[in-house]
């Protein structure tokens, strides 16, 4: 098992930036992929990036290549989500969480059994 505490969202303006971290305890998060989801209110949680076990593959949401880059030190047990050029639809609760199936694809959260509490990010206009 591993556990997922995420930090550093708060509220910023439209145009600035954030970084998120998630740090893993328990069993090493260089066992697992990572990914980031969020979720708005009165909106499903929808996925925003995700990073490959030994960080060499990246993928994104199409809204946020470009904004968002995800990256882990294994060493550290952490992943980040640093945000760039935050926009207000970019306002949500930001989870990270660690995918354990491989039945399916990278975006669905079918695949991640292990979640954080998640940390809100709000941007202002």
């Known amino acids: 098992q591993v556990q997922l505490v995420e930090s550093g969202g708060g509220l910023v303006q439209a145009g600035g930036s954030l970084r998120l971290s998630c740090a893993a305890s328990g069993r090493t998060s260089s066992s697992y992929a990572m990914g980031w989801f969020r979720q708005a209110p009165g909106k499903e949680r929808e996925f925003v990036a995700y990073?490959?076990?030994?960080?060499?593959?990246?993928y994104y949401l199409e809204s946020v290549k470009g904004r968002f880059t995800i990256s882990r030190d294994n060493a550290q047990s952490t992943v980040d989500l640093r945000m760039n050029s935050l926009k207000p639809e970019d306002t949500a609760v930001y989870y990270c969480?660690?995918?354990?199936?491989?039945?399916?694809?990278?975006?669905?959260?079918?695949?991640?059994?292990?979640w954080g509490q998640g940390t809100q990010v709000t941007v202002s206009s």
């Open positions: 969480a660690a995918r354990t199936l491989y039945s399916g694809s990278h975006y669905s959260r079918n695949e991640y059994a292990y």
């Open positions: 990073i490959t076990r030994s960080g060499g593959t990246t």
